[in-house]
C-alpha cells in the first residue's frame, strides 16, 4: 500500500489533505528524513510532524472512560471520541468501541479497529468474563451470592434466565461482580431483581485484562502479549460455549460460576 493511502486509512485526511502534508515535507523517518509517496518504511519508523505514527490497522485499545461520557459515535456529546485522537474516527475501518458500557458507567472499555475481533469479542454465544466493582444504595442482604450464582435468577421482561456469576462482598454496600454475559443495563438490572440499586459501576477488567493504574480519562494501546492473551481467551470462550452446548443443562441447584482469568 502506498504511504498516502496508508495514511488516509489512519485517517490522517482526505486524499488530497495527505497529498499536502507530503509535499509540505511534515512526514518523515525517525532520523527525520522525508518521505515521499513512494517511499517504503515500517510503520514505527514513521512521524508525521514529528510524531509517531498511531498504531497500525488490527489495533485494540484500551480507555478509562470518565463518568457521563457516551460510547457511540454520533450521540448526544460527550462521547468516548472526545477523549481520543480525532483520527481514530476518521479511519478505515473505524476504531470501534467492544460493545457498549452507559454513560454513567465508568472503567475499562475496549476499543479496535479489527471488525472480526470485535465481532468475537462481543458474540453472544460465548463470553469473556467482565469483572465490575458496584456501589448499592442499600447493604446486601446476604443471598445475593447465592442467587446470582444460581443460573436462575430472571431479569425483569426476559424469557431465559442469566448465566451464573459470581459476587464478592467488599463492604456492606460495595461488591465486585463477574459476570459472563452482556444483557442490556445487565449489572443495575441484576441489582434491581434482589430489591437493590446501583450508584455507581465501574468495570476493572475484561478477560484477562485489567484496567490496572491508567488514569481517568487515559488510553493506551494494547501490547502484543496483552491482544495475543485476549484472543487466547476468546478461543477458550468459544470451547467452553460448545463443551456447554454438547453437554445436558446442570440442575440449577448444581451450578458453579467459572473462575475468572
Ligand atoms: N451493566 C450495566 O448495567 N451497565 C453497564 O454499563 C455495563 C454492565
Redesign the pocket.
Known amino acids: 500500500m502506498s504511504l498516502s493511502r496508508a495514511l488516509v486509512r489512519l485517517g490522517y485526511g482526505t486524499r488530497k489533505e495527505v497529498e499536502r502534508l507530503l509535499a509540505d515535507r511534515r512526514v518523515t523517518t525517525a532520523t527525520g528524513v522525508v518521505l515521499r509517496e513512494r517511499d517504503l518504511s515500517a510503520h514505527a519508523d514513521i512521524r508525521v510532524d514529528g510524531a509517531p505514527l498511531d498504531p497500525p490497522p488490527g489495533a485494540v485499545l484500551m480507555l478509562h472512560k470518565p463518568h457521563g461520557y457516551v460510547c457511540s459515535t454520533s450521540d448526544r456529546p460527550p462521547l468516548v471520541y472526545d477523549l481520543l485522537p480525532p483520527r481514530f474516527l476518521r479511519r478505515d475501518p473505524v476504531m470501534a468501541p467492544v460493545g457498549?458500557?452507559?454513560a454513567?458507567?465508568t472503567g475499562l472499555l475496549l476499543l479496535t479497529d479489527d471488525g472480526p475481533l470485535n465481532h468475537q469479542l462481543t458474540s453472544p454465544k460465548w463470553h469473556l468474563p467482565?469483572c465490575?466493582h458496584v456501589t448499592l444504595a442499600e447493604a446486601v442482604r446476604g443471598d445475593e451470592a447465592e442467587r446470582f450464582a444460581s443460573g436462575t435468577l430472571m431479569l425483569s421482561g426476559e424469557t431465559t434466565p442469566l448465566r451464573p456469576a459470581r459476587l464478592e462482598v467488599c463492604t456492606p454496600s460495595e461488591v465486585r461482580l463477574t459476570?459472563h454475559e452482556?444483557r442490556y443495563?445487565?449489572?443495575?438490572?441484576m441489582f434491581a431483581a434482589v430489591g437493590n440499586h446501583?450508584t455507581a459501576?465501574h468495570?476493572t477488567g475484561v478477560g484477562p485484562l485489567t484496567l490496572g493504574e491508567l488514569p481517568r480519562g487515559a488510553w493506551r494501546t494494547l501490547t502484543d502479549d496483552e491482544v495475543t492473551r485476549l484472543r487466547d481467551a476468546v478461543r477458550a470462550a468459544k470451547v467452553a460455549a460448545k463443551t456447554a452446548a454438547s453437554t445436558p443443562a446442570p440442575d440449577a441447584r448444581g451450578a458453579t460460576d467459572v473462575s475468572v482469568s
Do not use: A, M, N, S
Open positions: 457498549r458500557l452507559d454513567e458507567t467482565k465490575y459476570i452482556g443495563h445487565q449489572v443495575r438490572r446501583v459501576l468495570r
